[in-house]
């Protein structure tokens, strides 16, 4: 019997199963039983009466950057698809100076997620293409057509966002912070 501080080990193994009187192998492996585990540490914390750690100890996460943007917030990005043009898209997650966004239009289609440094992309709060006689143009892929939406049609008030996002971060270079 193995002692609860130490992990229990996941093994490969082959089992012989009988299914309609054939013998069929199945291989079970750790990689296919990770696949079906799923953890969630908000769970297991509060289980454990565990605490996280503070930001503070992941000296190579930039703090200033952790705070100032925040999942669901809305950003005017370029498009890849057409030089020239941008569309809104959502901020998913942020991981330090890394956003992962979403061009409106795809739903909870996370298969064209993509992630874009804060140094280095083109991001715009929303309504600056409307400022700077920009295109809007949703990327190829996505189920919206440009002429059916303006920066109005991505806020609730029909206003422009820039309160709301960081813009001071926008195109500053690491030097500047």
Request: aromatic content about 8%.
């Amino acid at each position: 019997m193995q002692s609860q501080e130490q992990p229990l080990a996941l093994t490969a193994a082959t089992s012989l199963y009988s299914t309609n009187g054939k013998e069929e192998e199945v291989n079970t492996d750790a990689e296919s039983m990770e696949e079906e585990v799923e953890f969630n540490w908000e769970e297991y914390m509060e289980e454990t009466g565990a605490n996280a750690a503070p930001h503070t100890t992941f000296k190579h996460v930039e703090v200033s950057l952790q705070s100032s943007f925040q999942p669901g917030m809305k950003l005017e990005v370029a498009n890849k698809s057409s030089p020239d043009s941008y569309w809104v898209a959502t901020i998913i997650t942020t991981c330090g100076q890394l956003l992962l966004l979403r061009f409106s239009g795809y739903g909870d289609d996370r298969k064209a997620d993509f992630w874009c440094d804060v140094m280095t992309a083109e991001l715009h709060p929303v309504g600056w293409c409307t400022q700077n006689n920009k295109t809007l143009m949703p990327p190829e892929g996505s189920e919206l057509h440009a002429s059916s939406f303006s920066s109005s049609s991505f806020t609730s008030t029909g206003s422009d966002l820039t309160s709301q996002l960081p813009c001071p971060l926008l195109h500053v270079t690491p030097l500047q912070l």
